[in-house]
């Protein structure tokens, strides 16, 4: 079967997007490696003066992490030496020498890593078109705020999930675009909410939808393949963009079971069952180029190295790179340089060894969290669905079973979410409040005025508290979680 | 005598910066650091997963560079080692342990790497008001564009330079800001010019001055002392922002001579000497706290180290830092450990010796360029002003001297530019056509309508070309020029 191509779906730009002009500095650039030409068009400062001359990492060996072992970097017989020069031909096949990292260029992305990233991406997410692509960002938030600068104008609409990562909602906020909340439930967007808001809707329609699909932040909710098919569709039917953010997306772990002696035998294998045990991304889908996938390393190797990407039609992607011209203009080459090395040493299979490894070690994580949530949340006031991806649990409490509820907090939920809040503080755990999260925007009809069962849910009170159990030692997360049941026991007085 | 504390100018906020609200998730966050609070509030991943447990570099010892000698980073006999490691305790006293820069955190900058540049701003500007700070940027370019953001909001006008960097005014027109442009003579910026616009002004006046004022791109001049006081006498009586972007500050050098004898003994000769020989910035002028400076290590380190600083009164860097947060989040980690390391190995004075170093290289390029101008290119046709600063050199060309002006190209002085190109590219070097850089945007009331000499001379027709003695070796610069003048020769029939 030949693959199509990407929908021109240039009508989707934003005002500053379409109205941004190529530099005719561009048009000289092409001289830049003829051999013939003289070339004192560019201000670029000699290589000679960089004052790194070569760069040695202690990077671990894929011994460390294979076959079902984890991930532990501090094994000091299982490591590998990265050695990177500023000179070429001093260096190791497929390696950034640092005369090209450390110069200007390659806002797209340094072409060896570029590569590794694709071929990796296709490995994952067999891309059912033809002409997508990929380009460097520095990191998803960049990635989000630069896609954002992309394709909405002040006063646009975009489509969001009822609870969001504020950071990304206040980078549209302060934009001056509308978000509009999506009912959710346990399992992500409710496709049939999202379905009834636009059949309904007066005047232009949302521009994007902008989803956390796997391992949302911050209610840990990954949205099944099933519903990822609807949305999709939905997404052709009224032609917006989806924009799925998948920081996370190497973070799905195996089901949560009480049963412990079940944990081992259901953890992959092999390279194959690891991905088969992925959920298939909108990416996979997206036969028509309408979706902008936000990728990167900083949950999977390290979050200071800046470094993501954005995949999706290659159209659209080139309007992002002359955005990253006048902005980032492109990722720091010694992180390039540094990660390139380290990828190209582990290779493909290497990479996907440690990313089971991390998966190992996050389901376990989990299972620690949800085990002492079981145990030391009081059950009476809480419930809470275990998370099958990324770094975040949360746990709903039934604020009218506060005993204040009725009286001095007037039916006010987020009285008792404040109270619960401060109490856990106080008894020496802190969890973010999912207020905190909310996303507010004003739909066209507003969602109170459509019937539906969906709609009416999303807007019922709901405390709940997101944890996580990515940022702490085992130990001190058990001794948190129970400080943070001792909090709920004493502000409900069990 | 007390230094004064800045102006209140948060009045000059654009619609955007002043809407932009503060993540509630901040105040979470000053429990992260309480050892009696488990924090389970953020999605941060263990350092122990990330996979660069230390870093190596090799870089010039000072004594490779001080006294003198310029630059050259290949000797081998004076290099030291850099060694940074994920354990802080390992670490040699103001290093970055990885385990920090390779997290989430720090917008700001990493603190050590910030004291250090703040140090050295005071030491070279003298910051003359209370309340001044610096934030890391991804490098100028990301500056710009986060200024602009931070202050101008679609519909609003800037000032800027009559040519000027194209991709910094391409990086405001695609945000819809109308751009005017302020005659220059070989000097920069013309103060009068800019009193007589000003004073006529008609309607919300511009909300800033954008200005490479030293090295000028493209056109190489730098702007007086005398001249900065004007202007910033302006920026105060017509309230405005100085944005001074000026990667090439630290590439000032001697004054073009070419008695060869005396060029030698103008070199500056310690520390105090340089610092003298520097023209003194706005900043150094800048007592309302009304002046953002956008400094960067692109040109005295490298730029694919992507690290950038921005100067300014702390309540604008606020806005900034804001803004950062939902963007770039913060410059790559790997960069800020490295690049503190190689600066803490040299301290202030090795890094000033560096300085006086690129002087002395820039000051030897800049006089191999203008020695070939002034034997290649016939002076029939074409004059020149030497640079004291920058990567850049201009040679202007008499279009109404070409054979074709009156005739086949009816007065056109862009038609005797481009054929002049072409034919360049031809002979076998490429220099940028000056038009390439030209300021466009409208004034109100329209120049035109002000009598004023500066005014009318900027807009007659004016060919000039931007060479670069940056970026090629000296053999192959005298080359290029060298055929850069039969092009004109060739052209204009001489």
Known sequence: MTKPHAKDLSHLLSLESKSRQNSPLKSAFKYY???????????LPLSDYFPFDNLTAEIPSPAAFSSGKGINTTASAEK?????????TKNEPNQ??????LQYGHSEGQPELLTFVKDHTDLVHKVPYVDWDIIASVGNTESWESTLRTF????????????????????AHAQGINTIPISMDDYGIIPSALSTLLDNWV??????LYTICTGQNPTGSSLSFERRQEIYKLASKHDFIIVEDEPYYFLQMEAYTTDKSQRTSTIVHNHEEFLKALVPSFLSIDTEGRVIRLDSFSKVLAPGLRFGWIVGQKELLERIVRLHEV????PSGVTQSLVNGLLQKWGQKGYLDWLIGLRLEYTHKRDVAIDAVSKYLPSEVVNFSPPVAGMFFTVNIDPTKHPKFKTEFAEDALKVEDAVYEQGIKQGCLMIPGSWFKSEGQSNPPQHELEHASLVAAHNPHVFFRGTYAAV??????????????AIKIEFEL
């Open 473 to 486: 030692p085992l130990d001190a997360l058990v001794v948190g979680i129970e400080k943070f049941g001792e």
């Open 33 to 43: 490696f003829d051999p013939k030409v003289t070339f004192l068009g560019g201000g």
């Open 203 to 208: 005047g232009p329609k949302p521009k994007l």
């Open 96 to 101: 950034i020498e640092l005369s090209r990292s």
């Open 152 to 171: 909405v104008t002040r006063g646009d609409s975009i489509l969001v999930e009822d609870f969001s990562f504020s950071s990304a909602l206040e980078t």
């Open 80 to 88: 590998l030496s990265l050695q990177i020069f500023k000179d070429k």
């Open 327 to 330: 902005s980032i203009q492109a």
